[in-house]
């Protein structure tokens, strides 16, 4: 019995973190939407556009990650905070680099739903999230 409230002496910390990620992820998806010049949602829930689905969803993984990694290396919840941010930046960032200079086409090829192109976001997300959280260790 002793074991089992020494675990849950981190509860709180548990719920505190827990509901800041799901912020952090809510305000992720928010401004991820907002910087892509298409409407990923009216492209997957009308239009069942699965390159959409798969760019969204990897830009949601990757920072997803990253958020993770942020979690499990901080000292505190304002550490945490502080690098959640930067993660975000981070993950934005990635997305309009690929835009800008490596795919320019990427926004009309997703928006005709071309499913390599969905999927190389993705997995370009994928990897800066999992590169982002590996750097937000001390």
């Not at 800041?20 to 992820?25: D, H």
């Not at 320019?104 to 590169?131: H, K, Q, W, Y």
């Amino acid at each position: 019995m002793d074991t089992i409230l020494h675990s849950l002496q981190g509860l709180t910390g548990f719920g505190l973190y827990f509901l800041i990620s799901i912020v952090a992820l809510m305000c992720f998806k928010f401004l991820y939407t907002r910087i892509t010049p298409h409407n990923e949602w009216k492209l997957i829930k009308e239009k069942h556009n699965t390159a959409a689905a798969w760019a969204f969803g990897g830009a949601t993984l990757g920072f997803a990650i990253a958020l993770g990694g942020a979690a499990a290396n901080s000292v505190n919840l304002q550490d945490f905070v502080v690098w959640a941010v930067v993660a975000l930046i981070a993950q934005l960032l990635a997305f309009t680099i690929v835009r800008v200079i490596y795919m320019p086409r990427i926004v009309t090829r997703i928006e005709n739903d071309e499913v390599p192109a969905g999927l190389m976001v993705c997995f370009i997300s994928i990897s800066i999230g999992i590169l982002n959280a590996s750097c937000l260790t001390y």
